[in-house]
């Protein structure tokens, strides 16, 4: 690090006419030691800064804005009088321990009373927290802008609808898992939280189409929404999303089987910059929906999930393909009705694809002839997932003489971990 350099030879020259040795902190003020924490950029170093002496661990502890942290009411005081200006907090439980509750309802009323300059609050997997600890985080935290408690599940609208009343900044709220939530939320949050941008509700199934458009009415500034495994959604929340909040860009309707092509229409015509969409398992959706889809979101669509929706065909895939210049991921599993044709446009390379991962896996009618025509147009694949496909073994492809990319894993047998694809 150049905060510790040698000392310079000038300096052993003062040192050998003084007899003493000069300290760093006679020369060096508050605002000096903060500037140059701040130049550190890597986390180990600032943590090296604060082993100097009491005086920079002071500094240190004072200016940092992130904690990721286990601890109890009295641990939790500890660290409010130390991190005085915390922004992030992280106390997530581990998914490991299901035993052990995590934070509870009385490290909530301290953390909303000590930590006042908050405004990130992750409690993920915290399953000893209920309302009681919501309410006292909307007495307390005015200007919190991202709470995550997926996976809370004994939280009701109660306790959330105080936090949607009590912190009308918010703009990020993560509810997977919370089973409890109903559209009754939906409703408070579209009255309080107009700036709210991404909101996830994955498995929350009590909510319905009637939540949605309520929803939409206040918070037409949503950018994400993930109603994943919301079994009640259809094309009549969905159409009201896609009209109300023209800047969606990541959209998850996982198992959402009551979606159809009226909500694929919907986004087409009014969701132009689209980056994400998840609609695996929304079985309605036909290809003249996703044609459109396709032609509208050209320029931004970067990933795409449709596995299981069995109504899909090669047209809709080769105009993907064909039209979505952006796209790196796509999933076409167990999309029965593909074949070879969907990628034979591209066997002359007159297409350039930024594919990075394909997964074709269970598509029976797939065979080399349709990878090889899909590897001359695209040279930076990562990951192809070819599981269950009988005509596209690691002997068929051998055996064809087909050349993946020098980084690309191929998933024959599934002895492969899957990537993260992180939307």
């Known amino acids: 690090m150049a905060v510790f350099s040698a000392t310079s030879r000038a300096d052993v020259g003062f040192l050998h ?32 800064f604060g082993l100097v002496c009491k005086r920079w661990l002071h500094l240190q502890s004072t200016e940092r804005r992130k904690l990721c942290a286990r601890a109890g009411p009295h641990m939790l005081r500890r660290m409010a009088a130390r991190f005085t200006r915390l922004v992030e907090l992280d106390l997530s439980q581990s998914t490991s321990r299901s035993f052990y509750p995590g934070v509870t309802d009385s490290d909530l009323s301290v953390i909303a009373t000590a930590f ?53 900044d918010l703009r990020v709220l993560h509810l997977s898992g919370c089973r409890f939530v109903t559209d ?6 579209s009255d309080n939280c107009n700036n709210l941008e991404e909101l996830g509700l994955q498995g929350c199934s009590s909510i319905t189409d009637s939540g949605l458009v309520l929803l939409v009415q206040g918070c037409w500034r949503l950018k994400n929404l993930d109603v ?39 986004l087409a015509n009014f969701c132009g910059d689209l980056q994400n969409l998840i609609i695996g398992g929304c079985r309605d959706v036909s290809d003249e929906s996703l044609k459109q889809l396709a032609v509208a979101c050209s320029n931004s669509l970067k990933n795409l999930r449709m596995d299981w929706c069995l109504n899909i065909s090669d047209s809709s895939i080769e105009c993907i393909l064909q039209n979505c210049k952006k796209l790196e991921m796509l999933d076409i599993g167990c999309c029965e009705e593909a074949t070879d044709a ?42 192809l997932d070819v599981r269950s496909c009988p005509h596209v073994t690691k002997a068929d492809c051998d055996q064809a003489g087909l050349q993946f990319p020098e980084t690309c894993k191929v998933n024959f047998t599934g002895s492969l971990t899957e990537p993260e694809v992180l939307f």
């Open 17 to 48: 006419q003084n007899g003493s040795i000069p300290c760093i902190n006679d020369s060096l003020g508050d605002d000096e030691l903060r500037a140059i924490l701040l130049k550190l950029e890597n986390d180990k170093d600032k943590e090296i």
């Open 116 to 168: 006042s300059c908050l405004r990130i609050l992750i409690l993920q997997n915290c399953k000893g927290i209920s309302d009681i600890g919501m309410k006292a985080i909307a007495a307390n935290l005015p200007y919190l802008q991202s709470l995550d408690v997926s996976y809370c599940r004994k939280l009701r609208d109660e306790g959330l609808s105080a936090v949607a009343q009590g912190c009308r």
């Open 184 to 189: 009754s939320l939906l409703r408070t949050l």
């Open 228 to 266: 994943n495994k919301c079994s009640n959604v259809g094309d009549i929340g969905v159409t009201s999303v896609s009209k109300a909040c023209s800047s969606l860009k990541t959209l998850k309707l996982l198992d959402c089987y009551k979606v159809g092509d009226a909500s694929i229409l919907s």
């Open 342 to 383: 969907a990628f034979q446009g591209l066997g002359g390379g007159l297409f350039e694809l930024h594919l990075k991962i394909l997964k074709v896996s269970n598509c029976p009618k797939i065979t080399v002839v349709g990878i090889g025509n899909l590897l001359k147009s695209c040279n930076s694949l990562k990951y």
